[in-house]
């Protein structure tokens, strides 16, 4: 199965903020599909929110939200090994533990330096709110980012110097 793009979900949510067709799809849903302007039912339809049937009668597909929410939680069919570990040890993008073996643990800090630009000096109070939406104990973390050579420091005074680089 194909996952649900960002595109899709927009295009639906996009759907439910204009007046028209949020009005629409209600009346749908409550049985009542007379006089509703054609240019909004065309719009539902092209979200997956409602349909014709057989007779030429409009319809609501209120399915079509549980479809979204299946498809946008069905985690790919292959996972690499370090989207395993991500997806165990960060849930809403926090670190759940930081007791982890050294190779698990590694996978998390290479992508927590992800956060820091690399050639971008930053001063430790910087650096401890930057690690603080991933972990209470940010300090903990700064240091395992120091010793693994992610993150080094001169005085209070820190820069990335390992890590995956986006290109």
């Known amino acids: 199965m194909v996952g649900v793009s960002d595109e899709d979900l ?5 759907l439910l903020c204009q007046e028209d067709t949020l009005r629409a799809l209600a009346s749908l849903v409550l049985g009542d599909s007379g006089d509703l302007p054609p ?3 065309d ?3 092209s979200g997956g929110l409602a349909e014709r049937d057989d ?3 409009w319809r609501a597909r209120p399915e079509r939200f549980r479809e979204l929410l299946r498809e946008r939680a069905e985690p790919p069919a ?4 370090e989207e395993r570990v991500l997806r165990t040890f960060l849930v809403d993008g926090r670190l759940t533990t ?3 073996r050294r190779d698990k643990r590694l996978i998390v800090l290479r992508y927590v330096s ?4 690399p050639g971008v000096r930053y001063p430790e109070a910087d650096v401890n709110v930057a ?4 972990h209470d104990d940010f300090a903990a973390l700064r240091r395992y980012l120091v010793d693994e050579g992610l993150l080094s420091r001169e005085g209070n005074v820190y820069w990335r110097s390992g890590g995956p680089v986006e290109v």
């Open 10 to 14: 927009r295009r639906v949510l996009g």
């Open 39 to 41: 240019k909004a039912l």
């Open 43 to 45: 719009r539902l339809a």
């Open 55 to 57: 007779d030429g009668k």
């Open 78 to 81: 292959e996972l690499s090994a």
């Open 98 to 100: 930081m007791g982890m």
């Open 114 to 117: 992800r956060v820091f630009e």
């Open 131 to 134: 690690l603080r939406a991933f």
